[in-house]
């Protein structure tokens, strides 16, 4: 048999406080709910109960520091000498922290004492689409959603007006049930939702005949969301308490607008960057051009392309992308060159380029390992990645 303090993992001289906390702390680990009725989680919980219920009273952790096990003989239950099983485990713990529900949130120890506590009402989700242009500068949006709102007729309570709900029988109002199951290692008390009343508490014989006895009904709603800049499909604005109206005074469930930004078909998007593909002609490329190229939120921005500027090139303009979503500036612009040569020619124009032809330099023989790169990994270095 371990040593009490040891199962408890608390100083010889702890007080009654951190003896409790320690205990609390094993109990949330090891309660047989919380670990699907293991036989190794009960022993430890039960191990647990006993150190806790020995020096938790100060004669009995007298006599235990003082002679050891022998000082308590049969255990926690001592002087009765029939030693301490699990049921003993289970009623010293529903003794000091009122069930499962208590000691893990609060619930099931308040519910046994003032009534099955109201239910939050649920949250739901909503899909908001954006556009680039409002990623970039923020915005607001109109959501149009269908909620359930507390019921005007009964005020919630989901009884006709004149009518009360009556506690339930089978729980008396806790809203829970409590059944004790055998095993091989003693007794196993579950807590489960009384079946009558749904966990409830109370059932309602005379239901409002506005929303059926729900206590809510559904409604038109329109709320305005602040959707800030910088966000990607996927992000998401918590709007609380906005959601779903519950029942006999429930708190409301939240909405969580779900943002879907869309394509832009100029852009492609990473992250807070932007890739830009702009073709330029054979003459540009050659001789070299500036040429104002689109940005995001901001009009138009100024690029110079140096001569001999070749197809393919990837060209920075700083800041030009996106703004980051929590702040700290905006992206890059990554223009991506693409040379275009012409399908057709003027007659004008198939001579000068026969002109060209007699005259122009030959092209290398290879191409620089560089210019064979993916362009995907040229964005990715563009990027500093």
């Known amino acids: 048999m371990r040593d009490y303090y040891e199962v408890l993992n608390v100083a010889r001289d702890a007080d009654a406080d951190a003896i409790k906390r320690a205990y609390r702390k094993l109990a949330m680990q090891y309660h047989p709910d919380r670990n699907n009725g293991s036989p190794e989680a009960a022993e430890r919980f039960k191990e647990a109960t006993e150190a806790y219920e020995i020096l938790r009273d100060p004669q009995k952790r007298a006599a235990y520091d003082r002679f050891g096990h022998a000082g308590v003989k049969g255990g926690a239950h001592a002087p009765g000498g029939f030693g301490f099983d699990f049921s003993d485990a289970l009623e010293i713990f529903m003794r000091d922290f009122g069930g499962l529900g208590d000691i893990f949130g609060g619930m099931a120890g308040a519910r046994a004492r003032g009534g099955a506590r109201p239910r939050r009402g649920p949250d739901m989700r909503a899909h908001i689409p954006v556009t680039l242009e409002e990623v970039a500068t923020g915005t607001k949006k109109t959501l ?217 330099q030959q092209p290398p023989s290879h191409v620089d390992e560089d210019d064979e790169r993916g362009f995907w990994s040229k964005v990715k270095e563009a990027f500093g990645g």
Not at 177 to 201: D, I, K
Not at 261 to 284: C, M
Not at 317 to 325: A, N, T
């Open 144 to 360: 149009k959603v269908r909620v359930n709102d507390v019921c005007d007729t009964c005020n919630g309570s989901g009884a006709e007006p004149g009518t009360q709900p009556v506690r339930c029988p089978t729980c008396n109002g806790a809203g829970e049930v409590r059944r004790v199951q055998r095993s091989f290692l003693g007794q196993m008390m579950t807590v489960q939702p009384c079946p009558q009343c749904r966990g409830e508490g109370q059932i309602i014989e005379s239901p409002c005949r506005t929303c059926d006895g729900e206590g809510v009904r559904p409604v038109e709603k329109t709320i305005e969301v602040n959707v800030p800049p910088g966000v990607s499909t996927g992000d998401y604005v918590t709007l609380r308490a906005q959601g779903h109206a519950a029942p006999r005074g429930g708190a409301r469930g939240d909405i969580l607008a779900v943002l879907e930004v869309e394509d832009d078909p100029r852009f492609i998007r990473d992250g807070a960057n932007l890739v830009y593909e702009l073709p330029i002609t054979f003459s540009q490329a050659a001789l070299g051009a500036e040429i104002d190229v689109p940005t995001v939120g901001e009009g138009t921005a100024r690029l110079k392309i140096a001569p001999g500027t070749q197809s393919g090139r990837l060209l920075r303009l700083r800041g030009r992308g996106l703004p980051h979503l929590q702040g700290g500036g905006r992206g890059d612009l990554i223009v991506r060159i693409k040379v275009w040569t012409p399908t057709s020619l003027t007659p004008e124009q198939e001579k000068l380029m026969r002109r060209l032809a007699e005259i122009e």
